[in-house]
């Protein structure tokens, strides 16, 4: 069958369609979104200059961490939930893009004289339409469905990292909740050893019951302490393991000590972050998704031009069907526009324009959140630094003040209560101590992960010897 000269032009104006609008540059969906924030040149908490470094998990040189890692990204729940996302906006791209092609649908019946109607019709018909997409409407929807699915993967690889920054934290934090244990076992050791010592001067008449009562209740508030460590520690292992899809059994194999200080990190330029960060860049693809489905709600405006193309073979055991070609091809062309549906499309166009300010709102408050966590990491991890070294300080100073203490107390010169305040003092600089060390660790990782740097563990030849060791109970 020939195809009519007008029906040709209409094709080939179908296969060049109009061109798609951009939708707002990086540059201006900031400024529309953060209309009262500058990104200064420098971070104003300081840090390192030059650019900023993958791999940070490297940094830590922990094989048993890597380890731990690997096994969550494999495992946890909140991976899983992210990659299905993933899935179902492929499903969703695909579903896009399927107005694109031409349709072709078959329609059969047959049976005899007394089929499905009592027609004693049968027959066969094979119908294909194509929209023509002359404004744009279905390219539009594909790109929402193109954007849409970058934002999910970039989703889920932010997932992944964030994913990492926690195991790595709830790491450290382990690790200090078994040396915060460990300290306190140590100062109910020292606690017994004084008691015993008061006992043996009770018992030569050289002390009183006071003080042998008093030596005794703080055995017991030492005892209580261990036991309620012992308890924040079993929960920290259980954390632990709740990131790795493990059963909470508070089982998980931590290090005896807490990582080695890796050292200093450039942070890059605040004017980097928001390209960098997968968090940041997915919230802009939703804008972009957000601005092609208000271009598509508009496009619904304009006609619809459909290029339609039949083939039927009918027969009848009943009557004779009027001579007819048989089978029968037809081509034709339909077209559509909206006169009147009551508003209903420009309502469509308010509703994709409104969803599109909020998608823009929603990026400057994932930026405003960037910075902040940024500045607040590296200003955290500077003054941890500080603190570290003022508490070690204190450390040294409070040990040789018990030293002397338990001297004085051995000659005479003061009473139980002076060693004791001391050994607290002693105890409490300790803690603080460690809860600084491991408090500069954790914000390390939190820059690393603010930043928007990646990590890699280490290859399975390095960590081949750590595998069989984070299934023991180490506890």
Known sequence: MRIPRTSALIVAVALTGCALNPPPARDEVARQAMLNLTPPAQWTAGGTAGSVANDWLASFNDLWLNELVKEAIAYNA???????RVDAAVAYLAAAKSPAWPQVNLVARGGGKMSGDSSGLSGVGLFATWELDLWGRVRTEVRASEMQYESAQLDAEYARQSIAALVAKGWILAIEARLQRTQAEASLKAAEELAALVQDRFRVGIGDEFELSLAQANVESFRDTVQNLELAYANALRALEALLGRYPAAAVAVAVALPPWPGEVPAGLPSELLERRPD???????VAAAFYRTEEAKAARLPRITLVANYTSI???LFVIKNRDNPLFSAGAGLIQPIFLGGLLQAQVDVRTAEQQAAIAEYGKIGQRAFGEVEGALSAGFTATQREEILARAVRDNVRALELANTRFRVGSIDLRGVQQQQLSLYAANVAL???Q???LVQRVNLHLA??????????????DASGLLRQSER
């Open 434 to 436: 460690l809860r600084m």
């Open 78 to 84: 909140d991976l899983r939930i992210a990659a299905a």
């Open 451 to 464: 930043l928007g740097g990646s990590f890699d563990p280490m290859p399975e030849a390095k960590t081949s």
């Open 315 to 317: 027969s009848s055991e």
């Open 438 to 440: 491991a408090e500069r």
């Open 280 to 286: 940041v860049v997915a919230a802009e693809r939703r």
